[in-house]
């Protein structure tokens, strides 16, 4: 057993894990965090995807171990209170799931996929980007007009930003 200390959701945490922990599995069994999904346990489905340190990463692909010390965003960690983040209100606005097993792992994955393009996307860079993410519901169209209309709400809000900062 190894202690495993972690920020979560902007919450310190710790606690004991085998050493053979996957994160994902110590962030639903060990703090009650399902909102993050174990689909295959081999990284293939994307259902796990979480923020460590600022990175969209694949919980089921790592050790809880190797999180100790790290900064994770959970699905859980994304709303502020009862305001959806701009990602999951797009979703919800544009229809961009349908079961739902795979949208916690496609809002994280899309909310770092906008955070490195702040210029804003296009959808091939999207679908591309989507790749590491099953959803086996839809045929994805939903999902990338959701996340493109993320990315621009989210552009907007930036130079806004930016602006008032000039």
Do not use: W
């Amino acid at each position: 057993m190894s202690d495993v200390s972690l920020m979560v959701n902007g919450k310190r945490v710790s606690g004991a894990a085998e050493d053979r922990t996957l994160l994902v599995h110590f962030l639903r069994e060990n703090l009650g965090l399902t909102g993050t999904h174990v689909g295959c346990d081999t990284s293939q489905c994307g259902a796990c995807v979480v923020h460590v340190d600022g990175k969209a990463v694949k919980s089921c692909s790592m050790l809880a171990v190797q999180a100790s010390g790290s900064t994770v965003v959970t699905i859980e960690g994304l709303a502020n209170g009862a305001d959806l983040h701009p990602v999951q209100a797009a979703f919800k606005e544009h229809h961009g799931l349908q079961c739902g097993f795979c949208t916690p792992g496609m809002i994280m994955t899309a909310t770092d996929m906008i955070s490195r393009h702040p210029e804003g996307l296009d959808e091939a860079t999207v679908r591309a980007e989507l790749e590491g993410n099953i959803c086996r519901c839809t045929g994805y169209h939903n999902i990338v007009k959701a996340i493109l209309a993320a990315s621009k709400t989210m552009s907007k809000v930036a130079k806004g930003k930016a602006k008032q900062a000039a």
